[in-house]
């Protein structure tokens, strides 16, 4: 089993920038990688970005290209999500989750952390 505890959401401006944080603990040797999704209020969680732990190989909604990165400490165990230039329509709770090896799916998830960005 992976532990993930997400931190470093809050309240922002429009064009601001925050940083989250992606902790993981427990089995994380048998983690591929980590994604990053978000769920605004009525609405349906969907994909942010995701990346591997070995490579660092990385993948982006195209929602976000360009204004966030997602980075990874392996040390750590930890990834980050480096949001720039955000806007209101990126207020939601972000979650990361544990990415089964090969595949583009998800087994264990954080508790989420909420971002607002206020217009």
């Known amino acids: 089993q992976v532990q993930l505890v997400e931190s470093g959401g809050g309240l922002v401006q429009a064009g601001g920038s925050l940083r989250l944080s992606c902790a993981a603990s427990g089995r994380t040797f048998s983690s591929y990688g980590i994604g990053w999704f978000r769920q605004a209020p009525g609405k349906e969680r969907v994909f942010v970005a995701t990346i591997t732990w070995r490579t660092g190989s990385t993948y982006y909604a195209d929602s976000v290209k360009g204004r966030f990165t997602i980075s990874r400490n392996n040390a750590k165990n930890t990834v980050y999500l480096q949001m720039n230039s955000l806007k209101p329509e990126d207020t939601a709770v972000y979650y990361c989750?544990?990415?089964?090896?090969?595949?583009?799916?998800?087994?264990?998830w954080g508790q989420g952390t909420q971002v607002t960005v206020s217009s």
């Open positions: 989750a544990n990415r089964l090896g090969g595949t583009a799916e998800y087994d264990y």
